[in-house]
């Protein structure tokens, strides 16, 4: 018999696409949490049609919320899936046989991203990456922070799958900038909080590095147009990054020279 498996999802507004990520879940997964923080667009109605564990909760962060959830999942196997994320028959298929599979050292299990831009997906670059998504619960958790989140376990020897996780994360261009926009502001300020330094000239080089980075080392440029699109929006999120943290150190500084 297979491995019983526990899925989890954080969603907050996201009625135009969580009915297709659930619709990919909620048929084979033995549980199914959802995390709401405050949707107003009819999202936890439609998340309450798929699982009777869905749950509405404030905001404390990427990092916190995950915990959060992964705290009510029961079983030993995790699925940890976004609201903008879709498992093909295909996948399920392939995680199934993993699950049913002859106990083995994996703790974690990585699915190829698929992600699309404008209708045609990235095959080189960031958003290429596999992802984690597959792990053993026993010791494992996400580290406190507001975006970018890493899952730490405390043994991880990983294996890819083959078949691809499709990720639809952007809706337009404004929301592609946005995302990018607020997830560096995020980012900015935890490196703040954590006593982390930069310069506006490092931000400017951040800008020009992460562009050749991203579309000459991490091949984007082979995905066209496409790719040299996403070089520039991740080029810009790193310089709004490092902008952000320079400018919160600087309004520190001023605060702390007001006061003497």
């Not at 297979?2 to 996201?14: A, Q, T, Y």
């Not at 958003?127 to 899952?151: C, D, I, M, N, W």
């Amino acid at each position: 018999m297979r491995r019983k498996l526990s899925c989890f999802v954080i969603v907050c507004n996201e009625a135009d696409r969580i009915d297709a990520c659930l619709k990919s879940l909620a048929s084979w997964v033995d549980q199914l949490v959802i995390l709401d923080s405050g949707s107003t667009d009819g999202t936890l109605e439609i998340c309450q049609s798929y699982s009777s564990e869905v749950f509405s909760t404030d905001w404390p962060g990427f990092g916190a919320q995950r915990n959060r959830a992964l705290e009510k999942c029961r079983h030993d196997w995790v699925l940890n899936i976004d609201a903008d994320e879709e498992v093909s028959p295909a996948l399920r298929q392939e995680i199934e046989a993993f699950l049913a599979g002859p106990p083995s050292n994996v703790t974690l299990v990585k699915f190829p991203w698929r992600t699309l831009l404008f209708g045609k997906p990235l095959r080189f670059g960031r958003y290429s990456t596999p992802q984690g998504k597959l792990f053993l619960k026993t010791g494992a958790s996400f580290k406190q922070r507001s975006v970018h989140e890493t899952l730490v376990l405390p043994k991880e020897k990983s294996m890819t799958a083959r078949q691809p996780l499709t990720h639809h994360s952007w809706r337009s261009y404004r929301h592609l900038i946005d995302k990018h926009t607020s997830y560096a502001v995020l980012s900015a300020q935890d490196k703040f909080k954590a006593g982390k330094k930069a310069s506006l000239s490092y931000a400017y080089l951040r800008l020009l590095t992460d562009f050749i980075h991203q579309a000459i080392f991490r091949l984007g440029i082979l995905d066209g147009w496409r790719g040299l699109l996403m070089a520039g929006v991740l080029a810009q999120y790193a310089f709004h990054k490092y902008a952000c943290l320079w400018s919160m150190r600087q309004t520190d500084e001023g605060k702390s020279a007001s006061l003497d």
